[in-house]
């Protein structure tokens, strides 16, 4: 790209100088450039794709247009553009209606690279419809065509024609032949083999009716009677009818890749951008892609850029549109822009203008508003996160993904009761079995912009909000119990249900049906991991040896707190049994050890859970079932009030009910 | 070990993509540059859902890689210290893992290690730093990038050293290993280079620094991003300061609130501030003070404790050179405090106690009048006086006071309140706590910590101080465990802590207030009656209380609440008593309150939580008829009678609004309960409109036969017109309301015979479903007409 912006500067130096007279057209001349070397960069480099070419001769002949126009102004001439083309004879000709070239005008103009009738044309008069700029346009022709002919009558010689012919570009020759019935020319092409499909008219109508649409003169295809580019362009005509509807019209005419949800204009910013067109909310997205921005830029009236989605705001993913401009400079490529001012203010305005139609569709037309919700729920959250204003439009409207489907903020703080929980973790653990069981809806933290949004929210509108699987957020969902437990009952609880580095920690929490719940030490696990003697293999010395004097600092000797539910029935029940001196106070306190011991073996991966051995505790189960169960003379206090020695007992084999073991579990 | 990071980089993004998996390739090629140029609501945003994906998808070193530039983000641009601690460390073992070690990013998650020391207590860190990073600098090359973070780290430890000579040598070093290497600086290590320049105090090579360096940039082709541009102009600014060339630095020096939302820019900023504040060329206001100060408890909060020193250091010579001797005070014990979390104190040790010294050595003002007569003072000014100067006002009437105890705790509570609003928070928690041991029983000094505590969302601090008080003021503990319930929405604690509360002390107005909402919040209704009707017999008369005592007065309020709690509870009587006392005016005198007062709003909720606005005509204080026929996303329908809390959600226009919105405006209330369900059902009704007369007829005589309609399309709505399928009718979809008495049966029989004569026919295809009748002519016309 840089050599081709070279070479042009270059010849654009030469064509200041004088131009060779005429010369007897029957000389085969030379081209004032070395083409070969140009077309091949034009090929190459310069353009992404051969239907450019296309583009550039559809603008020179607009341009030609103009140019009659400024010339003869009072002159009658109706301006059209048509373009045929022939598959069987692999050709494409565009016919014009505007000023047609003198012999003089040929050997200047189509034969020289970097200057252009077209730019000095504009400099002079200072008209903005011209649109080439930089001589190029016809010579791009060769990029995808072997022979080139043009056929012009200047309508300042109506009478006189002339043919130029010029196969590869390099040498040429005119000549003179029949005038043209009205001023004007045709550009024929033979195209290259491998461009032959540029020769279907079907084809043309599809790329010309999106180069062309905001094009003055009127294209046709072939025998078309209906131009390609006669969609109503709403920001330029009143619309007759509702202004929205024809909005919608031209959003669906040319979004080709999505119908359109809703669409609103952009106008000109004060002090910013000359811009002008129109933005929508495109249908859908692209499986797993959020950015489908998609934004043609214009510049007097033809395309320049069919991508241009960077003037798009980063988060408007979902955005489509249209603007014009007469500030923005193209590159030499015609198919980018410069990053100047301009650029940046149009960015701003374009910005601006998604914001202003998303409240605008929002207020007035909520159908549309629900489906964009629906939508693109997901890039809106983020989006929400870039823009304060949008922040607020979509804080109570947008749904967040939950645990119990997409809801609103809302919605999840009336289900959470005032409170917005989000799981931070991407599930499992013990928060999500203790919500499970609640039936509270949990936002997925791990999902796109969700916990953000949510914290911005709660901050808004100045509600709770619990983060499972933070350290803070877990001890919300532990109260304290009303009244300390006394030491002696806090002691036997422990023996009773808590293994070895287990901290049991009276509390109150929902459900009441869940008695205990484990909650393993992060830090104390972090500690096992740093401490571990495999990390001196792993980790290099010098950082080991400071993380270590991190983790020194945490004990590590509770690796679990076991939360104790003192609202649970069975909790209340146990303790009262306890106090009563009830035999079955050790039995039951089992069950529950072995509950706790099964529960923790399913929310987390094995090994990472310092709760007890799990066949010990289905065993267990057996074990507290058969005592509850024995059947025992009335009055004989055989059920065993201590737990049996467990883990030396054969693996699956039952205890003996009756003869008890050591009284590990007894406090009392 | 794979040495070229961006090269795999591009490979995961590539295979990730091509695996279906675009969220995430995405995320890995957005992500690094949120981290790096302090985007860090787009990072938030990003990496919840990149790590669970790449946790998901067993990727542990797109995991490692996620979760570095994530913490680069949080150390380089949050500047976070204690904070960031267990992540490093854990994200340290996590990266040397078997599965994970020879991730070419498991170095630079050892230099976030490193960092991470130097966020903490840099100079304290010293010697480890500087060991973990010539262990990890001696296993790479200089050809690759993390060649260039290392050594700039390096360069950074040794400055933290006191030793920029050999931390400019050792960045040339690195220079040329990594050129012959083939490597190119980066822009990051020109800017590090311009920091130790600037420590030598060679500013006119920190400006040809970047100048090159920026220059050499562009000639790549690729442009300074917002976070480059923000620190080349910083970086400038500071050194122009120092040359004495203020108006230029002035020129590029960002704005405050740009320090305010990048923490990165705030120590130089500061240091710029203070050069340019010496040269008489930026003010020194009570204001900036407050902001550095809040900086300050930023960094205390993060646990970046050293250069939490750093910068206090600074505002405190700001404050001096203000006069402003409290604050200048109060900057010192936080620096004495601070000190105590250092590893190496010497350098700052030292300036703390000479700021402690100097502010002493402020003079203190002469006091108008004596101690205790000074807040009656300041409060009787017109104007409200300079915050710093009252603050040095008050501390001296403190330190001279003699009088009682509840004097001496009054001064304290302006005091904090005044140090709190200069950002001194922590400060002013502290002031209120000391003053807790003096004087245990003071209301309002409890009142206002406890303001302070749950402001700061301080769960453990308001606990603390619950604890407290519960031996001497029971009261008081169970007061503020319910405002901090209650800032946390848990309504059920709330009201158990007032009921505690009002057994202790039965006459308390407030906890009755806030029970009684918290009973509202949890639907108790007649819970929240008993405690209206409560307040009305605990409260004082209106008239003979005292302004301050008013709050325990009846107030209209109180009254609306009741009337409202008394409608859900169907309490006619006490809804017509409470009524009265507002000076409402029922129709009829007595029984249920049904009458037809004006059309109002009611906002709902729809299942998925948005809200949804209903007209409804207004039969009561609190109550309204709903009108509308409704979908299955609300709980309510047609002809319900709803309760809502009598308070305007949305103001009414002004006087100067449009006529057209003033005429169409109505008061929108919150809907509070279900009272009386009307049992309509909705069925919808489909098809091409049948004209405005056809229709007006169908609706009476709907409404005449008992069922209610409610047309839902715009009039944009249309059908497609059976007889061209280009052609477009307008169309109409309405929700149909059949009352409780008619079975489906009979309501499809209604419509039939409502519409048997229109041209074109309606199709309610799942009333016709539940009535079971022929659904054939419903599906043609769904058909036909494209519904």
């Known amino acids: 790209m840089v050599q081709a912006i070279v070479v042009l500067a270059h010849w654009g130096l030469m064509s200041e100088g004088h131009r060779p007279g005429p010369a007897p057209t029957e000389d085969l001349r030379t081209t004032e450039v070395d083409l070969g070397g140009l077309v091949s960069v034009l090929a190459t480099h310069l353009y992404s794709t051969p239907l450019v070419a296309l583009r550039e001769l559809v603008q020179n002949a607009h341009d030609s247009h103009t140019r009659r126009r400024l010339e003869d102004p009072d002159g009658r001439h109706a301006p059209t553009i048509r373009v045929r083309g022939d598959s069987a004879r692999r050709t494409v000709s565009i016919a014009d209606t505007g000023a047609g070239l003198t012999e003089p005008e040929i050997h200047a103009y189509l034969a020289t690279v970097g200057t252009g009738y077209t730019r000095l044309l504009r400099e002079v008069t200072g008209n903005d419809e011209l649109i080439g700029a930089f001589g190029l346009g016809f010579l791009s022709a060769f990029s995808i065509a072997d022979e080139v002919t043009v056929t012009t009558t200047s309508h300042r010689e109506p009478a006189l024609g002339h043919r130029y012919r010029s196969r590869g570009g390099e040498q040429y020759s005119v000549e003179p032949v029949a005038a043209r019935r009205t001023p004007g020319s045709v550009v024929e092409l033979t195209l290259k083999t491998e461009h032959a499909h540029l020769a279907e008219e079907q084809a043309l109508r599809e790329v010309l009716g999106r180069y062309c649409v905001l094009l003055g003169v009127p294209v046709f295809v072939g025998d078309d009677e209906r131009p390609v580019n006669d969609v109503p362009v709403p920001w330029r005509e009143e619309p007759a009818g509702d202004p929205y509807a024809a909005r919608m019209r031209f959003a669906t005419a040319f979004g080709r890749r999505f119908e359109p949800l809703a669409a609103f204009p952009v106008g000109p910013a004060a002090g910013g951008t000359d811009a002008v067109g129109l933005l929508w909310v495109q249908d859908g997205g692209t499986y797993g892609s959020s950015d489908n921005r998609d934004l043609a830029v214009y510049l007097r009236g033809m395309l320049l850029s069919e991508d241009a989605r960077d003037l798009l705001p980063s988060w408007a993913g979902f955005v489509g549109g249209v603007v014009e401009s007469h500030r923005l400079t193209p590159t030499a490529s015609r198919e980018d822009l410069q990053r100047d001012e301009h650029y940046r203010a149009l960015q701003q305005a374009l910005a601006d203008a998604v914001v202003d139609g998303l409240y605008e569709t929002a207020r007035l037309r909520p159908a549309a508003w629900r489906r964009i919700l629906a939508r693109h729920g997901q890039d809106l959250l983020g989006a929400a996160l870039c823009d304060d204003r949008l922040f607020t439009l979509l804080a109570d409207d947008v749904p967040v993904p939950t645990s119990q489907g997409d809801l609103t903020a809302g919605a999840l703080r009336a289900a959470g009761g005032g409170a917005v929980h989000i799981a931070l973790g991407s599930g499992g653990g013990f928060e999500e079995m203790l919500y499970r069981a609640m039936q509270v809806p949990i936002a997925r933290g791990d999902r796109y912009a969700v916990l953000p949004f949510l914290r911005r929210y709660a901050q808004l509108r100045d509600c709770r909000i619990v983060e499972l699987g933070s350290e803070h957020g877990n001890r919300e969902l532990f109260r304290d119990p009303e009244r300390p437990l006394p030491a002696e009952e806090r002691a036997w609880l422990a023996a009773a249900l808590a293994d070895e580095g287990e901290q049991l920690v009276p509390a109150r929490f929902e459900p009441p049906g869940l008695p205990l719940v484990l909650v393993p030490d992060r830090e104390a696990e972090l500690k096992a991991r740093i401490e571990d003697d495999q990390a001196d293999a792993r980790i290099p010395s010098a950082a080991l040896r400071l993380a270590r004097a991190f983790t020194a600092r945490t004990g590590g000797e509770v690796k679990a707190r076991l939360y104790l539910n003192l609202a649970a029935p069975a909790v209340q029940d146990l303790l009262t049994a306890y106090r009563s001196g009830h035999t079955g106070a050790a039995t039951a306190a089992g069950l529950l050890r072995s509950l706790k011991v099964i529960m923790a073996a399913a929310a987390g991966p094995s090994g990472t859970s310092p709760a007890g051995d799990l066949s010990a505790a289905l065993a267990g189960i057996g074990t507290a079932v058969s005592a509850l169960t024995a059947a025992l003379p009335a009055g004989l206090p055989a059920v065993p009030d201590t737990l049996p020695d467990l883990p030396e007992a054969l693996p699956g084999a039952r205890p003996d009910a009756s003869g008890g073991g050591p009284d590990e579990g007894a406090g009392a | ?787």
């Open chain 2, 1 to 787: 070990m794979s040495t070229d990071i961006w090269a795999w980089v591009h490979d995961a993004h590539q295979q990730l993509a091509e695996a279906g998996h675009h969220r995430l390739a995405e995320a890995i090629y957005e992500l690094p540059g949120h981290a790096n140029e302090g985007r860090n609501d787009q990072l938030d945003a990003v990496f919840p859902e990149a790590v669970a994906t790449a946790r998901a998808l067993d990727l542990p070193w797109v995991e490692v890689y996620l979760r570095h530039w994530r913490m680069q983000n949080l150390l380089n641009k949050r500047h976070q210290g204690e904070q960031a601690l267990p992540e490093a460390v854990d994200l340290l073992e996590f990266a040397h893992r078997e599965q994970t070690a020879s991730c070419p990013q498991s170095v630079c998650v050892v230099q976030d290690f490193a960092i991470c020391h130097a966020r903490v207590d840099g100079p304290g860190f010293v010697p480890e730093r500087l060991a973990v990073l010539s262990e990890t600098l001696d296993r790479i090359e200089p050809a690759r990038a993390c060649f260039d973070c290392l050594s700039r780290e390096y360069s950074d430890a040794l400055e933290d050293d006191g030793r920029p000579a050999e931390a400019l040598s050792h960045l040339d070093t690195a220079a040329t290993r990594m050129r012959a290497a083939g490597q190119r600086l980066s822009l990051h290590f020109h800017h590090s280079r311009a920091g130790t320049l600037h420590l030598l105090g060679r500013d006119e090579e920190v400006l040809a620094l970047l100048d090159t360096a920026e220059q050499a940039e562009r000639a790549r082709g690729s442009e300074l991003n917002e976070s480059d541009r923000r620190w080349g102009a910083m970086l400038r600014a500071r050194a122009l300061a120092r040359l004495g060339r203020v108006e230029e630095a002035l020129a590029l020096l960002p704005a405050a609130d740009e320090a305010e939302q990048h923490p990165d820019l705030r120590p130089a900023w500061v240091a710029t501030i203070e050069i340019l504040h010496a040269a008489g060329a930026h003010e020194n206001t009570a204001e900036l003070g407050a902001a550095v100060t809040g900086w300050v408890g930023y960094l205390d909060a993060t646990g970046s404790h050293r250069p939490c020193v750093d910068l206090l250091l600074a505002a405190g010579r700001l404050a001096l050179a203000r006069g402003a001797r409290t604050v200048a005070l109060t900057l010192a014990a936080t620096g004495e405090r601070k000190l105590t979390q250092l590893r190496r104190t010497d350098g700052v040790a030292g300036q703390v106690a000479e700021l402690r010294a100097a502010a002493e050595a402020l003079p203190e003002p002469e006091l108008p009048v004596p101690p205790g007569e000074l807040l009656a003072l300041l409060a009787a000014r017109a104007e409200p006086g300079a915050p710093e100067a009252d603050a040095d006002l008050i501390a001296a009437a403190r330190s001279r006071y003699q009088g009682d105890e509840a004097g001496a705790t009054d001064l304290v509570l302006q005091l904090a309140g005044l140090l709190g609003a200069l950002g001194h928070t922590r400060a002013a928690a502290d002031l209120l706590w000391e003053r807790l041991d003096q004087d245990p029983g003071h209301e309002e000094l409890t009142g206002l910590l406890g303001a302070v505590l749950i402001d700061a969302g301080d769960g453990d601090g308001v606990r603390r101080l619950a604890d407290r008080l519960m031996a001497t003021s029971p009261a008081d503990a169970h007061w503020t465990r319910a405002r901090w319930a209650a800032a946390e929405s848990r309504w059920a604690e709330v009201g158990e802590h007032c009921a505690a509360l009002l057994a202790e002390e039965p006459t308390r107005i407030n906890t009755r207030r806030l029970a009684a909402a918290a009973a509202t919040e949890l639907g108790d209704h007649p819970r929240a009656q008993r405690l209206y009707e409560e307040i009305l017999l605990h409260a004082l008369p209106a008239e003979g209380t005292p302004p301050q005592e008013q709050h325990r007065t009846v107030q209209e309020s109180d009254l609306w609440h009741l009337v409202t709690a008394a409608t859900a509870n169907r309490d006619w009587p006490a809804v017509r008593a409470a009524g009265a006392r507002i000076g409402i005016e029922f129709d009829e005198p007595e029984g249920p309150v049904d009458e037809e007062w004006q059309l109002v709003t009611v906002r709902a909720a729809r299942a998925n939580g948005t809200a949804a606005d209903l007209p409804a005509v207004r039969t009561g204080p609190a109550t309204a008829r709903l009108l509308p026929v409704l979908g299955d996303d609300l709980d309510l329908n047609h002809g319900d009678v709803v309760v809502f809390a009598p308070a305007l959600l949305e103001r009414p226009p002004g006087e100067d609004a449009p006529q057209q919105v003033r005429e169409r405006w109505r008061p929108v209330f919150q809907l509070l309960t279900l009272l009386d369900p009307a049992g309509y059902t909705t069925w919808w009704i489909d098809g091409a409109w049948p004209g405005d007369k056809k229709w007006a007829a169908f609706r009476q005589d709907l409404n005449e036969a008992g069922y209610a309609v409610w047309a839902y399309s715009s009039d944009e709505y249309a059908v497609t017109d059976p007889k061209d399928e280009d052609e477009m009718l307008p169309g109409i979809y309405a929700a149909v309301g059949v009352p409780p008495t008619a079975r489906a049966a009979e309501a499809d029989a209604v419509l039939r015979r409502l519409t048997k004569r229109w041209k074109h026919p309606l199709a309610w295809l799942d009333l016709a479903k539940a009535a079971g009748v022929d659904t054939a002519r419903h599906e043609e016309t769904v058909e036909r007409y494209g519904l």
